[in-house]
């Protein structure tokens, strides 16, 4: 059986694989699909600024099938927040590029209008107070 990737290219597998593996047909009822995005920022971002920007992103492009649309924090990691925003389309290759275009034109947000946002390493310093019974050094 011959099956056509996203991408294009011609796919050839045994139909022996299909017939002892099950699948599913994502395109039998429709060819509707929710792409999803990730993005980490700064635990001080504006995630409340940051989604009213994603979905005017989305909104506006043509690749965006007007019903699915979500910006939700998901993930609380040692240095970052995850956020990740959902948006449907009219198929996947539809919803892979529209996730593609809102990751690029985030990421440009957050470069010119919140760079406070973008991931960042903090140091603390650790300093000991002298100890009472340390003799003073004299050099």
């Known amino acids: 059986m011959v099956v056509r990737l996203w991408d294009l290219r011609r796919l050839i597998v045994p139909l022996t694989y299909f017939i002892e593996k ?3 047909n994502w395109s039998r009822e429709s060819t509707r699909r929710i792409g ?3 993005l980490h920022v700064d635990y001080t971002a ?3 600024r940051i989604r009213t920007k994603a979905i005017e992103i989305v909104q506006a492009s043509p690749l965006w099938d007007g019903q699915d649309l979500k910006l939700q924090v998901t993930e609380a990691h040692e240095r970052t927040i995850e956020l990740r925003v959902i948006a449907s389309a009219r198929n996947s290759g539809d919803a892979y590029d529209l996730a593609c275009q809102l990751r690029e ?3 440009t947000f957050l470069q ?5 946002a973008l991931p960042r390493v903090r140091q603390q310093a650790l300093t000991t107070a002298p100890s009472a019974s340390a003799p003073d050094r004299v050099l």
């Open 22 to 24: 099950p699948f599913q």
């Open 36 to 38: 999803a995005m990730s």
């Open 46 to 48: 504006p995630v409340e």
């Open 105 to 107: 034109k985030l990421i």
């Open 112 to 116: 010119s209008e919140l760079p406070s």
